[in-house]
């Protein structure tokens, strides 16, 4: 069956006077309903404009140059099937129409501006990111903005939102919520307030929940409380969730499976278990040896690899990795796109030693002696 979101060669690009930032440069991964995919790797690696990309939220001079994203809930479904039909209440443009086929819609075609759009945000995928305290207003108590949420997307009564959003915050592990209502965003710590985003996000019952680094802000004892009550939350419902980190301590914690991503690029994807004791990339083998006593809670930064991150208007040719990894071929990384190789269902790698066939082809000829 197909999967409820599906990114298919995916490439936003920044364009700059001095040269083009190819952030995102031909990604593709998928996520099943229910479960949790973590996207890792180190800062700058494109993770969060692709989350970014999903919901069109690329900021100028960003912009979606190609590729496709698939979603495929019951509702997208069922509003493909409408959108075939004389339209009824809702604003539906060429463009929505264009981007809706019998398996779901393309969000990447979606109208920016357009109805279904935002409907899908924040209804049927929500998204928290790393500072809680820059998404709240101070102007308004949480209470008010919690409620505005609530009824933004559903037609309720006050009170009824009211009663709704107390729910949420007690889901959440929030102590007093009568108190917190009445609360703004710069009398709470960093963790009630990541808590209050994650209730605003679930106020809608997403499909799936797109969490951007969500405890990379917040001190080490309430990133594990925060983990634990996305886990438990996730695990209670059937809503999938994609979650970005640079740490492979959380991947070890939440993941179903693992998208390892480098300079742009998914170098390999994977059901975790398989992917940290198996690591078929040379990336994903440096990022897990980074890493002193994994599964022990230690929690690292992703620095240890050698060399630098290349310059963005650097690409380098060939593999992009090339320039830092310790098992490059000669004559053949500096020169060639490496090759996606799947080893399983879901399961792949983008290095030429994945596919020694494809390597021998390409290898120059030894000098005859
Ligand atoms: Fe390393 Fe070459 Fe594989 Fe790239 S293709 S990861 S440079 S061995
Ligand atoms: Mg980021």
């Known amino acids: 069956t197909a999967d409820l979101l599906e990114v298919e060669d995916l490439y936003t690009q920044f364009r700059f006077d001095d040269g083009v930032v190819r952030a995102v440069d031909g990604v593709s991964f998928s996520v099943p309903a229910g479960k949790t995919v973590c996207v890792v790797g180190e800062s700058g690696c494109g993770k969060s404009i692709?989350?970014?990309?999903?919901?069109?939220?690329?900021?100028?001079?960003?912009?979606?140059?190609?590729?496709?994203?698939?979603?495929?809930?019951?509702a997208a479904i069922s509003s493909a099937e409408r959108s075939k039909r004389p339209r009824r209440s809702r604003k539906s443009t060429d463009a929505d129409e264009q981007a809706t086929d019998d398996s779901g819609v393309d969000l990447v075609a979606l109208?920016?501006?357009?109805?279904?759009?935002?409907?899908?945000?924040?209804?049927?995928?929500?998204?928290?990111?790393?500072?809680?305290?820059?998404?709240?207003?101070?102007?308004?108590?949480?209470?008010?903005?919690?409620?505005?949420?609530?009824?933004?997307?559903?037609?309720?009564?006050?009170?009824?939102?009211?009663?709704?959003?107390?729910?949420l915050l007690a889901q959440v592990g929030i102590p007093r919520p009568k108190h917190t209502m009445d609360a703004y965003s710069f009398q709470l710590s960093g963790g009630m307030c990541q808590r209050v985003m994650i209730a605003i996000a679930l106020s809608c019952n997403p499909k799936l929940l797109i969490a951007d680094e969500p405890t990379t802000a917040l001190d080490v004892t309430t990133q594990a409380r925060i983990l634990d009550l996305?886990?438990?939350?996730?695990?209670?419902?059937?809503?999938?969730?994609?979650?970005?980190?640079?740490?492979?301590?959380?991947?070890?914690?939440?993941?179903?499976?693992?998208?390892?991503?480098?300079?742009?690029?998914?170098?390999?994807?994977?059901?975790?278990?398989?992917?940290?004791?198996?690591?078929?990339?040379?990336?994903?083998?440096?990022?897990?040896?980074?890493?002193?006593?994994?599964?022990?809670?230690?929690?690292?930064?992703?620095?240890?690899?050698?060399?630098?991150?290349?310059?963005?208007?650097?690409?380098?040719?060939?593999?992009?990795?090339?320039?830092?990894?310790?098992?490059?071929?000669?004559?053949?990384c500096d020169r060639v796109d490496p090759p996606t190789v799947w080893l399983g269902e879901r399961r792949r790698s983008r290095c030429v030693l994945n596919d020694p066939e494809f390597l021998a082809e390409t290898e120059p000829a030894n000098e005859v002696s």
């Open 230 to 332: 996305l886990r438990d939350l996730q695990q209670d419902s059937d809503m999938a969730m994609m979650f970005i980190t640079h740490d492979l301590g959380v991947v070890a914690e939440i993941a179903d499976e693992v998208v390892v991503m480098y300079l742009g690029t998914v170098v390999e994807q994977g059901p975790v278990d398989e992917v940290f004791e198996h690591p078929q990339h040379p990336y994903t083998r440096a990022l897990l040896a980074s890493i002193p006593r994994m599964g022990a809670g230690a929690r690292q930064r992703l620095s240890a690899i050698q060399g630098q991150v290349p310059h963005p208007f650097n690409y380098p040719q060939g593999c992009p990795f090339h320039p830092r990894c310790p098992e490059a071929v000669e004559g053949v």
């Open 50 to 74: 692709t989350a970014r990309s999903i919901l069109q939220l690329i900021d100028r001079p960003g912009r979606i140059t190609g590729g496709r994203i698939w979603w495929r809930s019951a």
């Open 111 to 167: 109208d920016p501006a357009g109805d279904h759009l935002r409907e899908i945000r924040g209804g049927e995928i929500a998204m928290i990111f790393q500072e809680p305290m820059a998404s709240l207003s101070p102007m308004y108590t949480i209470g008010n903005q919690l409620i505005e949420v609530i009824r933004l997307h559903t037609p309720v009564s006050k009170a009824a939102a009211t009663d709704r959003a107390l729910d």
